[in-house]
């Protein structure tokens, strides 16, 4: 691995933690999942899963999702939306990997790298972004890497 190579593995693994502490903002109780947009080594976005904003923080009901909570990957790139910034060639950390809906608005959003640490039961996401070129990296969240 060249020094470059090492150095992005680590700001992958430092941005991946910090995506899995903004995951405790979410009000699910089923899973928590959050998210970060970096571009040029910056935080241009950040979002958790949840509901849109102005509705009650109750995700599920009857240990069912509600259809109208939002994903993290979603809540990333709206907020980009609404923003002066641009995701186009940026890099998505999020702490569970893309259902096909957020596949699909990663895509068109111009994010060229994802890096994830769980995976989702279903791959389509995964296999979506990898057929449009965009670079998909799994890292385990337990692997140690040396800091020095």
Known sequence: MTPQEEKQLKLDHRYLRMARIWAENSYC??????ALI???KMIISDGYNGTPSGFENVCEEND??????????ANAITKIARSS????G???YVTASPCLECAKLIIQSGIKRVIYSEHYRLEDGINLLKR????????????SISES
């Not at 109780?29 to 959050?34: E, I, L, M, P, Y």
């Not at 910034?85 to 186009?88: E, I, L, R, T």
Request: no cysteine; charged share 25%; aromatic share 6%.
């Open 29 to 34: 109780k089923r899973r928590q999942v959050g």
């Open 38 to 40: 970096v571009k040029d």
């Open 64 to 73: 069912v999702t509600k259809p109208y909570v939002l994903h993290a990957e």
């Open 85 to 88: 910034n641009s995701s186009d």
């Open 90 to 92: 940026a890099t998505l």
């Open 132 to 143: 449009a070129g965009i670079e998909v990296t799994y890292i385990d969240p337990n692997q």
